[in-house]
Nanobody, 114 residues
Framework: QVQLVESGGGLVQPGGSLTLSCAAS????????MGWGRQAPGKQRELVAT???????TYTDSVKGRFTISRDNAKNTVYLQMNSLKPEDTAVYYC????????WGKGTLVTVTS
């Protein structure tokens, strides 16, 4: 059974930082491409960062230079370091694992507000 469990969300002031973690189980983690998506209230889910099995990262324009995705294959974990957070980053953040199909976690809430 595939499980993706996100953690690290919370309340942060604008300009602050958070690091999200996603622990994966039930998959051969090292061969999966991993990603982080987010869904803000009233909006569709968007993919903000991905990292291939080989470690190549890509980002959506709105987070480039502020977010960093990384992975630790020994720990079956993918991370999202988020810096210079803005109110518009407020969303539920979801972890995604992709190989033959996509698996999603249940999400962790990030709220950026003063």
């Amino acid at each position: 059974q595939v499980q993706l469990v996100e953690s690290g969300g919370g309340l942060v002031q604008p300009g602050g930082s958070l690091t999200l973690s996603c622990a994966a189980s039930g998959i051969n983690f090292s061969i999966y491409n991993m990603g982080w998506g987010r869904q803000a209230p009233g909006k569709q889910r968007e993919l903000v960062a991905t990292i291939t099995s080989g470690g190549i990262a890509t980002y959506t324009d709105s987070v480039k230079g502020r977010f960093t995705i990384s992975r630790d294959n020994a720990k079956n974990t993918v991370y999202l370091q988020m810096n210079s957070l803005k109110p518009e980053d407020t969303a539920v953040y979801y972890c995604r694992a992709t190989w033959a199909m996509n698996y999603w976690g249940k999400g962790t809430l990030v709220t950026v507000t003063s």
